[in-house]
């Protein structure tokens, strides 16, 4: 079946920038999302890219989109303890998604 | 992993009437389970967080007398939709949150209201 994979874990210091990598299958995806769930809570949209841009930015988020290789990653900049939480990608027509990275940011 | 089902996986419906979907967690035992509906080609979102033994706590703009959220036991979690209509036609997914606060997500309810 198609699948979208990421890695589980990252740890990073206060102020430096997190990359969270993601691989997909679908090449059909029309949208490719990214979601954050902060402890106890349900999956947030945090931010989404369309199947035919290379690149988003807002604010300290940027995404980067390889379709060719099929992989999808986040940025963010200047990484704050408030952005400890995991992060989930999915694509958008069958609704599959990562298993969700787990950021770990220490001060 | 563990395994999160939802029952049933599509449903149509005449406007007007109800409709219940199940969630379940068949190998652990789930605190909180999340709803969550989408409508085609759009992202997922969050309708209420639905906590074993307490009120569902709904997301702004989700009318908590609509969308009726219970969860009654550690394993199960219903929505029930009242008085649907077509516009309440969407994908449905549930998830569960495990002791890690890892995510499990259910296959996904159709419903489809005539």
């Known amino acids: 079946g198609e699948d979208v994979e990421q890695s589980l874990f990252l740890s990073v210091r206060e102020g430096d920038s997190s990359v969270i990598n993601c691989t997909y299958t679908d090449s059909s995806s029309t949208y490719l999302y990214w979601y954050k769930q902060e402890p106890g809570a349900g999956l947030q949209l945090l931010t989404y890219i369309f199947s035919n841009m290379d690149m988003k930015q807002d604010q300290r988020l940027t995404v980067l989109l390889n379709k060719k290789d099929k992989h999808l990653s986040l940025r963010i900049a200047d990484t704050q303890t408030g952005d400890s939480a995991i992060y989930f990608c999915?694509?958008?027509?069958?609704?599959?998604f990562g298993a969700g990275t787990r950021l770990t940011v220490k001060p | 992993g563990a395994v999160v089902s939802q029952h049933p996986s599509w449903v149509i419906c005449k406007s007007g009437t109800s409709v219940k979907i199940e969630c379940r967690s068949l190998d652990f035992q789930a605190t909180t389970m999340f709803w969550y509906r989408q409508f085609p080609k759009q992202s997922l979102m969050l309708m209420a967080t639905s906590n074993e033994g307490s009120k569902a706590t709904y997301e702004q703009g989700v009318e908590k007398d609509k969308f009726l959220i219970n969860h009654a036991s550690l394993t199960l979690s219903t929505l029930t939709v009242t008085s649907a209509h077509p516009e309440d036609s969407s994908f449905y997914i549930c998830?569960?949150?495990?002791?890690?606060?890892?995510?499990?997500f259910g296959p996904g309810t159709r419903l489809t209201v005539l």
């Open positions: 999915a694509e958008n027509d069958d609704m599959r």
């Open positions: 998830s569960a949150s495990g002791n890690h606060n890892e995510q499990f």
